[in-house]
């Protein structure tokens, strides 16, 4: 069960330039770090225009919660 606090760390290490958004560009970079280097931009873009649901092509923490199974 996902609870806000550590939904917003999760999404703050992937918010690399605290923008509020993740870009693929942060999300493939965020994924590295976490030793995932098999991530591109262009799965990272497919991720998160899965969740996206304004159209945007980024991913709010709003998004990002509500794609959260939290429960």
Known sequence: MADIESARETFAKFDIDGDGFITA???????????????????????????????DRLLSFEEFWNSLDKG
């Open 25 to 55: 560009a942060e999300y493939k970079k965020a994924m590295a770090q976490l030793g995932d280097h098999f991530v591109t931009e262009t799965v990272a873009q497919s991720i998160i225009d899965s969740k996206d649901t304004n159209g």
